[in-house]
């Protein structure tokens, strides 16, 4: 797809390693400062398909950013700066080895594991006749492992303890703040018309104090329903409409693919990458609350070089 940002290869002046991860790729410079940037790639079932989503890292970029800011009572977090629609320069921190899963309704892969008669999710107990995208009588937190590469596994806090990954101490204050973050998304989606289904958030740690890192709310780390229709779709037991990367991934699995050794993905034509983008760029404005300003494309890599360089001369 042209104008699609999916590689990068900088050299920034006091630049220490670089990252590329399965969406984000982020600078380290120096000791203390991290350059992410969101490109407009896309991973489904911890796989990064072929093609790119236009405009998609401005989206994610832009609603974490916000979510960020309107979160920032409840714990401090990494961001510093966005420089760049794409971009946002924060705190560089020792990671946590777990991502905290919250989830409001059993619905995705909970629902998957469900519905093949599993009753227990991440150490949690869950009560036999409960159907697809019913609610939780409240949130439950099902962490998985962070992994480098590969996949990220389902652990339960029993286990995160027991194997060191993190303190008893520190885990307990990761839930609260997990709780917290969860029911503030919770209330500003609401405002919106839309229902914060659920979502994962990663913490860091730098001088001894826990911060949120990385992105928040956004469509790749949460799905959203329509509050309007939710109970009319539920009890007729048809499929929600929503807000997230859900519908990429059903659309992956009628076509054969769910990240399994063997399969393939599927064509990713232009028509298909623009109509994602289309759903992406529907949750910025449902969201946020405002239209969404295309940034310019034609020379993006220049454009980020250029801004990121900005930013790092002035600090």
Partial sequence: MKNTLVTTDYNFSGQTSVYHGKVRDVYSIGEDTLVMIATDRISAFDVVLPQGIPYK????????????????????NWKLATPD?????????EQYKVEMVIRGYLTGSAWREYKKGARTLCGVALPDGMKEDQKFPSPIITPTTKEDVGHDENISKEEIIA?????????????????????RGTEIAAQKGLILV???????KRDGKIYLIDEIHTPDSSRYFYADTYQELFDKGEEQRQLSKEFVRKWLMENGFQGRDGEQVPEMT????????????ELYEKIVGEPFVKADVSDVAIRLKKNITEYLETV
Avoid: H
């Fill in 57 to 76: 890292g401005q989206v994610l970029n832009q609603i974490a950013a916000k979510f960020l800011d309107a979160t920032s009572d409840i714990v401090p």
């Fill in 85 to 93: 629609p794409m971009v946002t320069v924060g705190l560089k921190c």
């Fill in 198 to 204: 659920d979502t994962k958030y990663e913490f860091g």
């Fill in 163 to 183: 194997q060191g990954l993190v303190s008893k101490e520190e885990y307990e204050q990761l839930e609260k703040y997990t709780y917290a973050l969860f029911q």
């Fill in 270 to 281: 232009e028509e298909y990458c623009n109509s994602v983008s289309e759903r992406y760029i």
